[in-house]
């Protein structure tokens, strides 16, 4: 019993330290979702899931020995977020009078979303599972599992909350878009990526 708390305690820890970040995301997109009504909560929580298992399941490959994705260009993934950011304001600028129209998501996106944003999640749970029993990473994954839903709880939670209706309701148009640039610029700069490309030029 001591040992499966303390392994819930280590996954908790993990995911926790993991997904700070993913929570402002999540938060942001709610909001939207109570503003525009897009993309729904539904989606947020399919593509947020889908996203998580993905990059789960990345990880576990990695920790099998398994390359997917090179190293040197996993910052790619950062022009995903970067382009639906980009998106995002030009549209937020072209229906300033009608906001319902600024953004359509889906979650596809949101997945795209959790995914780009997972490189630090890859390197992290790659390196615990290295270390891990077979029964040990059975009972990571289903705890990551239960706190996916948790996550989703308590962003569309806060982001439901009239108070921050209130305050986010000046900027909830854009809130979305700045959130992706930054995570898509961040990824991009963080990963060397653009370093790389400028070399082989």
Known sequence: MTDLVSIL????LLWAGTNIDNLVVLTALFVQSARLDTP?????????????????????????????IPD????????????????????AFQYRESPMETAMMGSGSVAAIVIANGGDNISAYTAAFRTFSIERTMITIGTFLVLIAVWCAAARLAATRKK????????????????????????????????RIASTL
Not at 45 to 67: D, K, N, R, T
Not at 181 to 188: A, D, H, M
Request: aromatic share 10%; net charge positive.
């Open 72 to 91: 040197q260009w996993v910052g790619l993934l950062g022009l995903v977020p970067l382009g639906l950011g980009i998106y995002g304001f030009i549209k």
């Open 164 to 195: 921050v209706l209130i305050a986010l309701d000046s900027v909830s148009r854009w809130l979305v878009p700045v959130v992706y640039v930054t995570i898509g610029t961040l990824i991009i700069i963080t990963s060397g990526i653009a370093f």
């Open 9 to 12: 305690l280590a996954a908790t």
């Open 40 to 68: 729904r909560p539904s989606q947020i929580v399919l593509g947020q899931y889908s996203g998580s298992i993905f990059l789960i399941a990345i990880s576990v490959a990695a920790a099998a020995g398994l390359m997917i």
